[in-house]
C-alpha cells in the first residue's frame, strides 16, 4: 500500500504513513460489495472514529523477502484505486521527524503505542502473509502499551477476534494458500 495523494493513511495502530518516496506500506486490499463496504464503514466508526482515504496501491505476492519494495520500484508496475480507513483528522497531522521536538503542524503531536494483542495480531498477518523481511523487522522493534486491565492485559483485539472467529465458524487464515 503506498499512498501517492500527499495525504497521510495509517500504519500500524497510530503510526502515521507519509507518502515519503520510496517507502512501502504493507496492507491487505480486498474486494468488497457496496453493502460490505457501508458495514465495515459502520464497524468502524465512520465518520466519527475514522474516515475513508483514496490511495493508489501497487499489489504484489509476499515472498517474505523484498516483494513489496520490487513493486513499488517496478516501472512497469500499474497502481490500483483502493481505500484505506484513517484519523478523522489524519491530512492536518504530521509525523515528527527523529531527533526533534517540533513538526510542521504541531509541537503536541504524540504516537501511541499498540497493545500488544493488536501488534501480536498485525505481525502474524505480516507472516503469514509474507509481506517484506524488512517491515517484519521493524514490526518487531515497536513498543507496546502498558496498561492496567486485568481483564485484559495484552488488549482486548485478540480475544474479540477469537470470539468472533467461534461464533462465524471461520478462521482469519482461510485465505492464505496453504492454510
Known amino acids: 500500500d503506498n499512498d501517492n495523494d500527499n495525504d497521510d493513511s495509517n500504519g500500524v495502530a497510530a503510526k502515521q504513513?507519509?507518502?515519503?518516496?520510496?517507502?512501502v506500506v504493507h496492507g491487505l486490499v480486498y474486494t468488497l460489495t457496496e453493502d460490505e463496504f457501508a458495514k465495515v464503514g459502520s464497524t468502524e466508526g465512520v465518520p466519527f472514529g475514522y474516515?475513508?482515504?483514496?490511495?493508489?496501491?501497487?499489489?504484489?505476492?509476499?515472498?517474505?523477502?523484498?516483494?513489496?519494495?520490487?513493486?513499488?520500484?517496478?516501472?512497469?508496475?500499474?497502481?490500483?484505486?483502493?481505500?484505506?480507513?484513517?484519523?478523522?483528522?489524519?491530512?492536518n497531522r504530521t509525523r515528527k521527524q527523529k531527533g526533534t521536538n517540533t513538526d510542521a503542524n504541531s509541537s503536541n503531536d504524540v504516537e501511541i503505542p499498540p497493545s500488544a494483542s493488536y501488534l501480536g495480531l498485525i505481525r502474524e498477518g505480516a507472516r503469514l502473509w509474507k509481506f517484506d523481511k524488512s517491515y517484519q523487522d521493524?514490526?518487531?522493534?515497536?513498543?507496546?502499551?502498558?496498561?492496567?486491565?486485568?481483564?485484559?492485559?495484552?488488549?482486548?483485539?485478540?480475544?474479540?477476534?477469537?470470539?468472533?472467529?467461534k461464533a462465524t465458524g471461520t478462521k482469519r487464515t482461510y485465505m492464505i494458500d496453504g492454510y
Not at 504513513?17 to 517507502?23: C, H, R, V
Not at 499489489?59 to 516483494?67: E, F, H, I, L, V
Not at 513499488?72 to 480507513?85: F, R, V
Open 17 to 23: 504513513a507519509l507518502p515519503l518516496s520510496g517507502k
Open 51 to 91: 474516515r475513508w482515504q483514496s490511495c493508489l496501491v501497487y499489489p504484489y505476492r509476499g515472498d517474505g523477502k523484498q516483494a513489496g519494495g520490487n513493486s513499488l520500484n517496478d516501472p512497469n508496475a500499474l497502481p490500483i484505486q483502493a481505500y484505506t480507513l484513517v484519523e478523522p483528522n489524519a491530512p
Open 138 to 165: 521493524e514490526l518487531t522493534t515497536i513498543q507496546v502499551a502498558k496498561t492496567n486491565n486485568i481483564l485484559f492485559p495484552d488488549g482486548w483485539e485478540g480475544p474479540t477476534l477469537q470470539l468472533a472467529e
